[in-house]
């Protein structure tokens, strides 16, 4: 029996480009390549430059995307961006690049559950072309995290990085199998119990003010493993897939100590674990598909592979999406 799935065409990615190193760190805070090597992977991150905003980012990953994937912008029905870090309060950033793209058709909105954005997104975009509202869509995952940094703050600012990407999906009829191509499982979760270990300390309906980051980072540690598992073995038995039948894993790039404890504790191949922390950071609902569009781009990901994403943010928020590309 047939059914309708949504396949990514392409993906596209931009990081803006200046690039702080752990070295131009160790003059802004009391802190040392050593230090943050040693408790994250991370050498290096992208900053976006004054006057360059989120939307910026996307609209330049979403180009990237179109072109790769062959597509025109016009065909585009559905824009959905994933960012903690949007342009304004109102209205979306995602209806800005709608328009930055010339498109005056379809709808636009922005996703925010932080870091798991862009699983949050990319599972909304594939319910929307199941059910027939949209054909092709637009799924991007933009930040600009250093303008929610506090500088000052050695245990946070070392962390992240500004970036975007996005992929391009379309709805199809597939044959209803887990060999069809595009999504074939999708699984989401939070717990509102957990607010307090990561979060911003500012809002409009609180402060007035955008506000800092602020982590608890060991709790966020502590939980993330566990938290991440439970999505995933929901994804192996809704498809029969197991961890050896996996051609890559792209997990939310947070961290390498949490990239490596979840792989091994998913029994993953580390050969198949993609990562790009330690040149990219943490660059919340960007990451995934940053680190997607970096192994296609390289060859590593192939026509036909069986991918398993990742991710958890705050709220707590995570979730699991397997696709074959």
Excluded at 159 to 179: H, Q, R, S
Excluded at 219 to 224: C, G, Q, Y
Excluded at 285 to 309: F, H, Y
């Amino acid at each position: 029996m047939s059914v309708t799935r949504s396949r990514i065409l392409g993906c596209g990615s931009y990081l803006p480009a200046k690039c702080l190193t752990n070295s131009d760190l160790e003059k802004l805070v009391d802190t040392s390549d050593e230090w943050i090597v040693q408790r994250t992977g991370i050498t290096q991150r992208h900053v976006a430059a004054d006057g360059e905003f989120t939307s910026d980012l996307a609209l330049e990953a979403a180009k990237a995307a179109l072109a790769n994937a062959g597509v025109d912008a016009q065909e585009i029905d559905l824009i959905i961006l994933a960012t903690a870090t949007p342009d304004n309060t109102f209205p979306a950033s995602a209806v800005s690049v709608q328009a930055k793209l010339g498109i005056h058709h379809g709808f636009a909105f922005d996703v925010q559950a932080v870091c798991s954005g862009f699983v949050y997104a990319l599972t909304t975009a594939d319910a929307y072309l199941k059910a027939g509202l949209a054909k092709k869509a637009l799924v991007i995952g933009a930040e600009t995290f250093s303008r929610i940094l506090d500088w000052t703050d050695r245990t946070t600012c070392v962390l992240f990085g500004d970036g975007a990407g996005a992929v391009v999906l379309e709805a199809y009829e597939g044959e209803g199998t887990t060999a069809d191509q595009g999504i074939l499982t999708s699984h989401l979760r939070s717990d509102g119990r957990h607010k307090e270990k990561l979060y911003v300390d500012g809002g409009p309906s609180t402060t007035q003010t955008s506000g800092f980051l602020r982590m608890e980072g060991r709790e966020v540690f502590k939980h993330a493993v566990g938290m991440i598992t439970d999505v995933i073995e929901d994804a192996y038995a809704a498809t029969g897939y197991s961890s050896e039948d996996l051609s890559w894993f792209i997990p939310h790039q947070a961290n390498r100590r949490i990239i490596d404890a979840s792989a091994k504790k998913l029994g993953i191949d580390p050969t198949k674990v993609v990562t790009t922390v330690d040149k990219h950071g943490n660059t919340s609902a960007a990451s995934i598909p940053l680190a997607l569009c970096q192994a296609v781009t390289d060859g590593r990901v192939q026509r036909g592979d069986l991918i398993l994403l990742e991710a958890m943010g705050g709220g707590f928020t995570w979730g699991s999406v397997i696709l074959r590309w």
